[in-house]
């Protein structure tokens, strides 16, 4: 029976209470069920679990694969449908599923080196460009995926908490007014709702074969194209200068490869830093700055355009 690490039961309890240690504690009686399902074997977790369970194991023709599963079985299946849309795209492939019980086979992506591994922070801006141009589509007519506004109800809850006068840490009101108005411009003026990966960044990023990538973890939110630099531009702040440089240097790529507005990017992260300072309170943390400062090197960028 495959072990399951007790870091990840901790993590599992500390997010989902005892559904999750109960899941967790049904683990391995569901890696074996759907081994004989799927037909793989199994061999070993993957080393930095956090929110889902992922397994290597290998199919009787040797190929490598990932088992996923996941406690939040709305995402996963999310996650599938994306994929699938996405498929010939550059994403890795969905190989069999059960959404109902929350477990997907994957494709194994070998040597799997993050885009994180290259330090030339030119250079895996480039590679970052060329996955993204390659990778969306005009969103899907049918139901399933996030959308814009419902990514960001995070400010709308927090505004709903501070309305009752729940005790929290207050947020400044000038920087709330701010993400809220560059929310509302940039859904109103988006032009084309396309499919989003929604978290597409270095980790997610890996390297197929010699010099292919291959993108994972998708998130799914359909809304403004732009929206979808964001999550690269807040990894690795500092790489190759300081972090007001670094911004500067990856947006001039992505609006001279991707045709992209810089005003438009710069938008987005400044609702995006307010968003992360409300999810940090949402979650008990109390980092919130954090996000502010976000906010602050983004609007510090709009200012200079």
């Not at 969103?139 to 005790?167: C, L, N």
């Not at 396309?194 to 990538?213: A, Y």
């Not at 790489?239 to 992505?254: P, S, T």
């Not at 949402?282 to 983004?298: A, H, K, L, P, V």
Request: net charge negative; with cysteine; aromatic share 8%.
């Amino acid at each position: 029976m495959i072990a399951i690490p007790d870091t990840f039961k901790k993590r599992m309890h500390e997010l989902h209470g005892e559904e999750g240690s109960a899941w967790t504690e049904a683990l391995p009686g569901l890696v074996h069920e759907f081994a004989q399902r799927f037909g793989f074997v199994p061999e070993q977790p993957f080393s930095n679990l956090s929110y889902n369970f992922l397994l290597r194991a290998k199919r009787s023709d040797g190929n490598p694969v990932v088992l996923k599963a996941s406690f939040m079985k709305e995402e996963l299946s999310r996650e599938i449908k994306v994929l699938r849309a996405y498929e010939g795209r550059g994403t890795i492939r969905v190989l069999d599923e059960d959404e109902d019980r929350g477990t997907a086979l994957l494709e194994c992506v070998e040597p799997g080196t993050p885009l994180s591994a290259i330090e030339d922070d030119a250079a895996a801006t480039e590679i970052f460009c060329e996955v993204f141009n390659g990778l969306h589509l005009s969103a899907p007519t049918d139901a399933g995926y996030h959308s814009m506004k419902r990514h960001f109800a995070g400010i709308e809850r927090y505004r709903e908490r501070q309305s009752r006068g729940e005790s929290e840490a207050p947020l400044p009101e000038s920087w709330l007014e701010n993400a809220e108005e560059c929310l509302a411009y940039l859904i109103s003026t988006t032009s084309e709702d396309v499919l989003l990966h929604g978290d597409l960044h270095h980790e997610n990023i890996l390297l197929r074969g010699e010099s292919q990538w291959a993108v994972i973890d998708p998130k799914g939110v359909v809304g403004d194209i732009h929206f979808e630099t964001i999550q690269y531009l807040l990894n690795y702040e500092d790489r190759g200068g300081d972090r007001e440089q670094v911004l500067h240097n990856r947006i001039a790529v992505m609006a001279d490869r991707l045709d992209l507005d810089r005003r438009r990017i710069a938008m987005w992260g400044v609702a995006r830093g307010v968003l992360d300072a409300c999810w940090t309170i949402e979650d008990g943390g109390t980092d919130w700055q954090r996000g502010i400062g976000i906010s602050e090197r983004f609007a510090g960028y709009l200012n200079k355009l």
